[in-house]
């Protein structure tokens, strides 16, 4: 029996489980789903025509290396959406310290990106069999010519990827991993804050009470959350499947 | 336990091999007058100490989490007196310091539920460094000086909380306090950068590559008392994982670093929250 896909086990899940992760990405959306209403359209049906030869089918794998190539995945959608962001014609216009902050955005993500694929290379010795390869994604759900729909998405990346790295780094085994996790997942932070505080309208929405809890502690998601809700915003073309994960 | 004795004891262990790096810390310190002379005085104790903690087991979460709480009670504290003070403007200025003062509150209590009795007590604070500061306005020093003085502390303390739970989260794999530790880290963060982006807005600076939201090279940015260099030492590091980022991405030592925050020691970190602790 074929090992389910990650792009297929959405479209197979019972209509009311698919709502519910697809709630669970515009919870994690908080306000900004009100200018980023493309997440509904992003999560319709793809019945099984994308069905792919699930030999061919890339798993993240197990341990640490599963890991690594989880945030690798994140790292580049990140990446891949600020590269159509600061191509766009909202960036274009935008005023001088969103261009500003969006083109570090950028660059960090870039950077992020190639330091996993340089990572985990180094790590698997080059057995490249090992390491996720480039993903295709498909952001025409958003429209980079208009304000909200940039913003209001990169808020959601943002925030996804922080308790994306706070739920995974528990489940990391080495010490080294857990400090460049840390090193990245802060900078993630400083992005959100910064996204939110130029985006949002409220002057407490860099940190708000959406995403920080009554303890004061932030988000903190567990890879299956994380993945059916990216999967969930229809912009990941390339299957790929999380069978192997440590779950803690 | 006692606040001195503690932060004694959590540098005592890793004192002997580090000796010139705390000595730097001091060094940059000292243009701060003879309050550095002051808050030295834990370290000189622990000089030739015997270690006071041979951690092992379930109670090795302690050191991490009592370090953690020090800074939250020096935060909690600064965020407190700062509201109180009648020196921050109405509007985005007051909203981001209670929004960052419910946040810190909250994390000292949670941090004392975890520790139990094992917590460190709450030392005394004096924001004025020996009478080096006025953040308060508390000795007439003027609104604005002293406005200035509470975004240039509160940013020192946000990048070093953020770099200060960076480096004791492997003190604490394997235990169930990793999982918080990382979610107060990027909470930290958040405010880290909102900080840095007011304090960038009230000084005009918001296009300067110095006073963004994240950290660049190892630059404190404009307006940053020199005292608080120790804080963004490090933060230069383009090299990760072993792989030279600046060489194999192409992109600048500027955005590489800003790409990036660095750990902190424990013992950094304590040389810096001494400089506010009287006893």
């Known amino acids: ?248 | 336990m006692n606040i001195i004795k503690f932060l004694d004891e959590f540098t005592s262990e890793s004192l002997t091999q580090k000796v010139s790096s705390r000595r730097d810390v001091f060094g940059t310190f000292s243009s701060l007058g003879k309050k550095a002379a002051l808050a030295a005085v834990p370290f000189g104790l622990a000089t030739g100490s015997s270690k006071a903690f041979a951690q092992t087991g379930s109670k090795a979460h302690e050191d991490p989490l009592n370090l953690a709480l020090t800074l939250e009670y020096l935060e909690a504290e600064f965020y407190v007196k700062a509201l109180d003070s009648g020196v921050l403007p109405a509007g985005r200025p007051q909203d981001v310091y209670n929004q960052i003062s419910k946040h810190e509150t909250a994390h000292v209590e949670f941090l004392k539920t975890a520790l139990g009795d094992d917590a460190v007590a709450k030392p005394t604070f004096d924001f004025t460094v020996g009478g080096m500061f006025d953040p308060f306005n508390e000795n007439g020093i003027g609104q604005e000086t002293a406005y200035a003085q509470l975004l240039a502390l509160a940013q020192a303390f946000e990048d070093t909380g953020v770099r200060a739970y960076k480096g004791q989260a492997p003190n604490l794999m394997g235990t169930p306090f990793l999982k918080p530790a990382l979610q107060i880290h990027s909470v930290e963060a958040r405010h880290a950068s909102e900080i840095r982006r007011l304090r960038a807005f009230v000084l005009g600076e918001v296009l300067n590559d110095n006073a963004l939201g994240w950290i660049t090279l190892n630059n404190r940015g404009p307006g940053m008392p020199e005292a608080t260099q120790p804080v963004y030492d490090g933060e230069e590091n383009v090299t990760q994982g072993g792989v030279n980022l600046v060489t194999a991405t192409g992109f600048s030592a500027t955005s590489v670093s800003q790409s990036f925050d660095e750990p902190m020691s424990g013992e950094t970190a304590v040389a810096i929250a001494s400089l506010f602790i009287v006893s």
Not at chain 1, 39 to 44: D, E, H, P
Not at chain 1, 50 to 61: A, E, Q, T
């Open chain 1, 1 to 248: 029996m074929k090992k389910p896909l990650i792009k297929v086990e959405t479209s197979v899940e019972t209509h009311s489980k698919q709502s519910n992760s697809r709630r669970q990405f515009l919870k994690m959306g908080g306000l900004a789903v009100a200018g980023t209403s493309m997440f509904l359209y992003g999560c319709s049906d793809d019945d099984d025509s994308m069905d792919p030869d699930p030999g061919m089918v890339f798993d993240l794998g197990s341990g640490d290396l599963g890991i690594l190539n989880y945030a690798y995945a994140l790292e580049q959608l990140e990446a891949a959406f600020y590269t159509q962001v600061i191509a766009g014609s909202y960036f274009a216009g935008a005023s001088a310290e969103e261009k500003l902050i969006l083109q570090d955005l950028y660059d960090h993500e870039e950077i992020h990106r190639e330091f996993f694929k340089a990572a985990i290379t180094g790590a698997v010795n080059g057995d490249t069999s090992k390491v996720l390869p480039e993903l295709e994604f498909d952001f025409s759900g958003v429209n980079f010519g208009d304000r909200d729909s940039v913003l209001g998405t990169a808020m959601v990346l943002e925030d996804t990827g922080v308790g994306a790295y706070n739920g995974a780094g528990p489940l990391l085994e080495t010490e080294a991993y857990l400090t460049l996790a840390g090193k990245i997942v802060s900078v993630e932070a400083r992005h959100a804050s910064a996204i939110r505080s130029i985006y949002l309208p409220g002057n407490t929405e860099f940190a708000g009470d959406d995403v920080i809890d009554a303890n004061g502690l932030d988000k903190s998601d567990l890879p299956p959350v994380v993945i059916s809700a990216v999967v969930a915003t229809g912009f990941v073309v390339t299957p790929f499947t999380a069978n192997q994960l440590p779950t803690g």
